[in-house]
């Protein structure tokens, strides 16, 4: 889970375990670069991606922040693919 703006609006955004396994292995500049893409691909087309928005940035990152911890990652995911 990656948390972005958009807008004013505050958001987070999925990426695919595949994707997020080929960024822990780039370079923190390459890896941001990716991050970035993928942040672009989300804003052109919100609908075809697992995102959640929220109405400030504290609670984008506090739900970011859950869905990385392995305990309470499983509650979180479910709740932003409903």
């Known amino acids: 889970?990656?948390?972005?703006?958009?807008?004013?609006v505050f958001f987070v955004f999925a990426i695919c375990?595949?994707?997020h396994g080929r960024l822990t292995r780039l370079p923190?500049?390459?890896r941001h670069k990716a991050i970035n893409r993928a942040y672009?691909?989300?804003?052109?087309?919100?609908?075809?991606?697992?995102?959640?928005?929220?109405?400030?940035e504290i609670d984008a990152r506090l739900f970011a922040?859950?869905?990385a911890d392995p305990v309470t990652s499983a509650g979180v995911i479910d709740e932003l693919l409903a």
């Open 28 to 30: 923190a500049r390459s």
């Open 1 to 8: 889970m990656y948390p972005a703006i958009q807008d004013g």
């Open 65 to 67: 922040g859950l869905a």
């Open 17 to 19: 375990m595949q994707c």
């Open 40 to 56: 672009c691909n989300v804003v052109d087309d919100p609908c075809r991606y697992a995102h959640k928005a929220f109405e400030n």
